[in-house]
């Protein structure tokens, strides 16, 4: 039954000790060097790494150095694993650079280059573990058509020479144009990795159905030319206005990325997060901003596949379907997409010997779905601007392939607290389970039979298990953990509360912004004793019961958004109300103690009224 209107003793607000919870992230280890290895992925500190960064263009105005450190702070909270900033000899890039190093980044410099040469910038920071390699030229082979290049090939290729004498433990790097006709076999190894960059949203080369076909188009040309040469490249996908039309959506952005990684690209770094003297990419497009940091999620469970699998372009028939599969350890990976503007297409992918259904939709949060396996092929249907991405086990002739199952403890997940998964209820029919191989939903990848891992905020996560037998096949198996704002809210509410006078008042419009919630609790009696301290270790509960048990979860963690009013008590605020839609709360103890908290908006949670 739906919950109804709750009166006042029905309502349980609970003060629990939170131990433990909120460590600060480590830092990664940090690298020494950056190489090219086999197969053309970047090699940082001997071990492959794919690149999934973005342009700080700080070369707009006076944002360089420490002016840069909180997009640098902004790109990682966002999963960014690279920074393209400007670098020069001034005092306060250190602090950007430390702070990379802090948040597990790294940094590619944009650096001047003088008729002298940029030894003294290079000298200043190569030692720097942040740093792993320097853009030596932009725009490398443009003009489009034109008598000469902006950056002859000779140039480049002095560059990097000069670049890789004042400083070989690093990379070289230029980006340039991909659009089909210009010039890309001319500057093959001039530098260590080429960024190519499709920007068709607004520049209207061709009419705007034709965008994201262009972008494919650009990658086929940058497939053909590079050919058998082994040069690295990256992407450079569109992250802002060109021209000052619009940005990409959501969907769009999503089909221009994996149109390059179909194609061949070991790495990717938007452009950009400032446009202009006044266009910033995380407050004038929240959307693609967003948008991008779940993409950057997909890009870390694909990471293995992108840098180790084995990527076969698959044919479609379809001259608007493009796809790719990516094979590795007994598993394929599949991406589809289409760049047609309005309608769907029929399409049936070959599929490699063995692969067995189910086909795993790779993102289940994602909506694009509807493919199935049929008599060896991938078949289904594809809708406008969608991508899909499968993965499929590869059974091995006359074996049973193992069954991936598992369990997660404690019942009540909550962000920021430690949780098991088990994967001991996990089978093989005809053998032994030997490997377990973990994504946890949030771009961390594990193994073993048990982990423990903490989730970064409330949501839904896709977990999933692959394990592999003695035979070396693979079982799979996806499921969906919920993560709660707060594990303090019992099934049913708690026992022996402090009697006093208390309202409660919840509303919900339909309208998820306008949600709120107001409850008062006065004239009784607490010590500060009781209050525990919510400055530093204890949290709030708002636990909200119906006839059916619990309707409504939320809290207040620990932490800076308190304040200690001495004998006063304690005072919250938080004006985003994150979380989990509290924005105040006042905690006042003595013999006429009393408690007030009140919560809005769209990460209130909804209850049916």
Sequence with gaps: MPPRLILAHRFVLAALVLLGVGAATAPCARASSATIGPGGNVLVDGAPFFPIGVYHVSWIGNRQGAKAVPDLHLAADAGFNLFHATIDARDDTEELLDAATSRGMYVIGEIPWPASGPDDFVDEWKGHPAIVGWLIADDFNAPYAGP????????????????????????????????????????????????????????????????????????????????????????????????????????????????????????????????????????????????????????????????????????????????????????????????????????????????????????????????????????????????????????VAGNASPTAAFSVTPGRVAFAEPATLDAAASSDADGSVGAWEWDLGDGTLASGASVVHAWPAPGTYHVRLTVRDDDGATGTTFVPVTVRITSRCAPAPLAGCHAARSSFVLRDPGVAARRSLSFSWSRGATTRPELGDPTASTEYAVCVYDADGLALATGVRAGARWTDLGAAGFRFKDAAAQPGGLASARLKPGASASLFVKGKGAHLPAAAL
């Excluded at 390059?260 to 910033?280: D, F, N, P, Q, T």
């Design 148 to 395: 000469a290049y902006n950056h002859p090939p000779a140039e480049v290729a002095a560059r990097d020479a000069h670049l890789d004498a004042i400083d070989p433990d690093h990379l070289s790097y230029a980006s340039g144009g991909s659009y089909p006709g210009f010039r890309i076999t001319e500057f093959l190894g001039a530098m260590d990795v080429m960024g190519f960059q499709s920007y068709p949203i607004g520049a209207q080369n061709n009419p705007d159905d034709y965008a994201l076909q262009e972008n494919v188009d650009s990658f086929d040309w940058v497939r053909d030319q590079i050919g058998a040469s082994g040069q690295t490249f990256v992407a450079n996908p569109q992250a802002y206005r060109w021209g000052g039309s619009r940005y990409p959506t959501p969907r769009e952005a999503r089909n221009l990325l994996y149109g390059s990684l179909v194609r061949g690209a070991k790495g990717v770094i938007w452009y950009a997060m400032w446009e202009g003297a006044s266009r910033h990419l995380p407050t004038t497009s929240p959307p693609l901003w967003a948008d991008l940091k779940s993409t950057n999620v997909e890009l870390r469970s694909l990471t293995p596949f992108l840098l180790h699998g084995v990527r076969s372009e698959l044919a479609t028939g379809d001259a608007r379907v493009h796809a790719a599969s990516w094979q590795l350890a007994g598993q394929v990976v599949v991406a589809v997409l289409s760049t047609e503007r309005s309608a769907s297409h029929a399409v049936a992918l070959d599929l490699p010997a063995g692969a067995s259904a189910p086909a795993h939709r790779l993102f289940p949060s994602r909506a694009e779905s509807g493919m199935s396996v049929a008599a060896g092929q991938l078949a289904g249907t594809i809708g406008p601007e969608e991508v899909h991405v499968y993965l499929l086990d590869l059974a």
